[in-house]
């Protein structure tokens, strides 16, 4: 059965919300408040959902969320809320949790809930299963000793091994997404790369293309910024609704 992480600084709550997912069969474990549920969270991560509460001391809901989409994106989270802070909610579940739930319909509807979210996390892992040859297949189209460094054109340079990018001699300082987006183009070979085949390439994550061309875009537009600035100004090109290719003068 399911394993669940509660997170609430509200005892009554938190241990009336255990008694009835222990009821539905569900294994539980509870965190005082967010920071004592990162502290959990180090030793044990195997976890199937994750349910916290948005107004707590120290650490917010919130700013636990951004957390846990950085160190623990794999765990899907959903929103424990009054009635009074559904719109904050519903901005947490623009920036990644998977539902919320008002406590004063806890007892009617947290089932359901929970498992809609565990059925449809695994559907995604499942999903991203299936991915998982077509990825490994991309992203083995060269042989393993011309990955260390390729050449796109003449003058840019990516060497995979230290993750240095040079354009005509020019070191540029890249993220590490953006070295990885940079990567996956330029692997493509001048092919145009799915907005989600690259997230599957670089995240590990399956999501749909919306999703996946809303994350990509800041860090595209970052990293033509950045060859910009060295002269490499033409290098990614859009194609428009489906994703982005390398000018053909880089492959």
């Known amino acids: 059965m399911a394993r ?19 009821v539905y069969g ?31 001391p120290g650490l917010n809901g919130i700013d636990l969320l951004e957390k846990l989409q950085k160190s623990y994106r794999h765990i899907p989270v959903i929103m424990l809320t009054g009635q009074n802070d559904v719109n904050t909610a519903v901005q947490a579940m623009q920036r990644g949790a998977l539902n919320y739930v008002l406590k004063d319909n806890v007892d009617s509807v947290i089932q359901g809930v929970v498992q809609d979210a565990i059925d449809t996390h695994r559907k995604i892992v499942q999903t991203l299963m299936e991915f998982q040859p077509i990825v490994k297949q991309f992203l083995s189209q060269q042989p ?43 692997k493509a070979q001048g ?21 996946a061309k809303q994350t990509l875009s800041a860090h595209i537009s970052n990293l033509r910024y950045k060859l910009k600035v060295v002269g490499c100004n033409d290098a990614i090109v859009t194609q428009r609704k489906l994703g982005y290719y390398l000018n053909s003068k880089y492959v």
């Open 4 to 22: 669940l992480l509660i997170i609430d600084d509200d005892h009554t709550f938190r241990d009336a919300l255990e008694e009835i997912l222990q």
């Open 26 to 56: 569900y294994t539980t474990l509870t965190a005082t408040d967010g920071y004592h549920a990162l502290r959990l969270l180090e030793d044990d991560k195997d976890f199937d959902l994750i349910l916290s509460d948005i107004q707590m």
């Open 144 to 186: 393993q000793q011309e990955r260390r460094e390729h050449t796109l054109g003449t003058q840019l340079i990516l060497n995979t091994t230290s993750r240095i990018v040079n354009y005509s001699q020019q070191p540029i300082q890249l993220t590490t997404t953006e070295f990885d987006i940079l990567e996956c183009l330029m």
């Open 191 to 211: 092919k145009v790369c799915r907005y989600e085949q690259i997230i599957i390439a670089i995240h590990n994550q399956t999501v749909s293309p919306d999703e």
